[in-house]
Nanobody, 124 residues
Framework: QVQLVESGGGLVQPGGSLRLSCAASGTIFTINDMGWYRQAPGKQRDLVAVITSGGNANYADSVQGRFAISRDNAKNTVYLQMNSLKPEDTAVYYC??????????????????WGQGTQVTVSS
């Protein structure tokens, strides 16, 4: 069974920084794209950043230059370094991963998995 477990959320003052982590576990063969999304109350879930297995990253315009996504392929982990945080960055942050995994005893499947979400609150 594949799981994505996030950590690192919390309360921070405007202008501060946080680093989110998301580790994938289970019988995983390969991980393709990994990404971070966020959802504020009453709003849809939006893409924040995505990174390919080769390390190419793309960002939402709203976080470009402030956030940095990275990954450690040996640890099946993706990170989101968030700097110069603003109150409008307040949301639940979710990681996801497009990966190939062992299903049952011998089937190799591909699917996208989500973490449980971690709250980030930017407030003075």
């Amino acid at each position: 069974q594949v799981q994505l477990v996030e950590s690192g959320g919390g309360l921070v003052q405007p202008g501060g920084s946080l680093r989110l982590s998301c580790a994938a576990s289970g019988t995983i063969f390969t991980i393709n794209d990994m990404g971070w999304y966020r959802q504020a109350p009453g709003k849809q879930r939006d893409l924040v950043a995505v990174i390919t297995s080769g390390g190419n990253a793309n960002y939402a315009d709203s976080v470009q230059g402030r956030f940095a996504i990275s990954r450690d392929n040996a640890k099946n982990t993706v990170y989101l370094q968030m700097n110069s945080l603003k109150p409008e960055d307040t949301a639940v942050y979710y990681c996801n991963a497009d990966l190939q995994f062992l299903s049952g005893s011998y089937l190799r499947r591909r699917n996208t998995f989500w973490g449980q979400g971690t709250q980030v609150t930017v407030s003075s």
